[in-house]
């Protein structure tokens, strides 16, 4: 006889009011990798801090709570409504049984109001905490050390030039966890030994990871690994990382520093040097000078997931290994004597090429995540490159300026990768469209441009 699935339990979500888009993807990720899955029926406001969601243990709940960077913290929903009154009576209907275990008479408790959107005075937080004396509380209040805490949240809205009287929906439950929004400070590139001009933001690298269900033991690998930032936030979860770039001086922390008062890069500022810096030299591997269009890897699914944020063309051209056969080519002098020959690579390239490696490197379920630059007036959903064997899991929207802009894509591997799927795009009807990612530089510096122009403009007025 089947087992009956276990009971979902109603949690709270506090969210964090930036990455709005990279939110639901995030808890989403999280959830199905905490044994989970996100149902149809929570009770989601996109742009709301507060979530309602259905989880089916508290260890599930705390498990999503060492995971992400987007929420806050996460309760025990006891009650909630759109005024005191619903509340109240939610609070009434809830069930004692469930209440009694952390309201005993030998535990000690503390109540804490949040508002969203509105401040209120300490008379006013004591009123409304005094306004509960209906539940059966009969521990002793003890503010800096409880066992239990209590949080009494309310929602005044989003519009912060219209913020209503009262409440347009109050919440009321058990405090369970925090997330993990201090990585923000702690992993700040700011602090971070080795950098580069292009180093990506510790917030958005743990998202990255988060929504590449990165998890411990799992090998991620990241083709334009840079100074190493992505490598950084899956070595923090537990994964062991490794990764390529065509750049030999970035890879051996050689050359020109990036930052300020800087002129030349230190002795230990490379990749495995930012690792040691958090304690995750462990689970570096290595970090090899390659192009990412010319595969060295043996056969086979090696990767669990592979993130990556590929160059856009903005400071220099993308470019790969070239042949002394080609046409536009130019040769290279690097430290070390070191010698190659590069030609163009075009960004409709780079994502296939991406792509095609994903669906042949990474093992049934893993993930590739990478940032796709976009022209917006130019966009559609059709120029999101595709795979056979990669399934489109999100594509979440960071603004760059008012006409780009840069999609975080998240696939998952879902077919088994065969010879006759390497070059399937070029079959693709919809492959031209993917062609205007070339001109993505023209567009941006024309963007630039025309805002210089008009600003130039405007101060002559």
């Given amino acids: 006889m089947a087992l009956a699935a276990p009971a979902l339990r109603r949690y709270l979500l506090l969210l964090a009011q930036e990455h709005l888009e990279f939110r639901l993807p995030e808890i989403t990720s999280l959830l199905s990798l905490c044994g989970g899955q996100f149902s149809g029926e929570q009770e989601i ?266 160059p856009y063309g903005i400071r220099e051209a993308p470019r790969r290994m070239g042949s002394q056969k080609e046409t536009v080519k130019s040769v290279e002098r690097s430290t070390e004597n070191h010698f190659f020959v590069s030609s163009s690579y075009h960004l409709s390239d780079i994502f296939f090429d991406l792509l095609k490696f994903g669906a042949e490197y990474l093992v049934m379920g893993g993930r590739l995540v990478y940032w796709l630059p976009i022209y917006r007036p130019e966009y559609t959903e059709e120029i999101i490159p595709r795979h056979p064997c990669l399934k489109l899991i999100s594509n979440c929207e960071q603004m760059l300026s008012s006409h780009t802009s840069r999609r975080l894509i998240t696939m998952e591997k879902v077919k088994e990768f065969k010879d006759q799927d390497k070059d399937s795009y070029l079959l693709d009807g919809q492959y031209m469209p993917y062609r205007g990612h070339n001109s993505f530089r023209e567009k941006y510096f024309s963007g630039v441009t025309k805002r210089i122009a008009k600003e130039e403009k405007d101060n002559q007025k």
Avoid at 189 to 199: A, L, P
Avoid at 224 to 245: E, K, M, N, R, W
């Fill in 45 to 310: 406001r996109v742009n709301s801090p507060f979530w309602i969601l259905n989880i089916p243990s508290e260890e599930m709940a705390r498990g999503l709570m060492k995971r992400t960077v987007c929420a806050k913290s996460i309760f025990e929903l006891w009650g909630h409504g759109r005024s005191a009154g619903e509340l109240y009576a939610s609070l009434k209907n809830y069930p004692t049984d469930k209440m009694l275990p952390y309201l005993q008479s030998d535990s000690t408790y503390k109540v804490h109001i949040h508002t969203f959107n509105k401040t209120l005075t300490q008379a006013q937080k004591i009123k409304k905490i005094d306004a509960l004396e209906f539940l059966p509380f009969k521990g002793k209040v003890n503010l800096k050390n409880p066992e239990h805490i209590f949080w009494i949240l309310e929602d005044y809205g989003m519009n912060p030039n219209d913020i209503p009287e009262e409440p347009i929906h109050l919440y009321f439950g058990r405090w369970i966890a925090d997330g993990q929004r201090e990585l923000i400070e702690s992993y700040s590139v700011k602090k971070r030994h080795f950098i580069g001009n292009t180093s990506m933001d510790a917030c958005l690298s743990f998202i990255m990871a988060n929504h590449g269900r990165v998890k411990p033991n799992d090998i991620v690998y990241d083709p334009f690994v840079g100074t190493g930032g992505l490598l950084i936030s899956s070595a923090h979860f537990g994964a062991y990382v490794c990764g390529t770039d065509i750049d030999y001086n970035t890879i051996h922390g050689l050359g020109k520093a990036s930052r300020k008062n800087q002129k030349w890069r230190g002795p230990d500022e490379n990749i495995r040097a930012n690792l040691r810096q958090y304690g995750l030299e462990k689970y570096y591997l290595d970090a090899l000078v390659a192009d990412s269009s010319r595969p060295i890897w043996r056969k086979g699914m090696l990767f669990d997931a592979i993130i990556t944020d590929p």
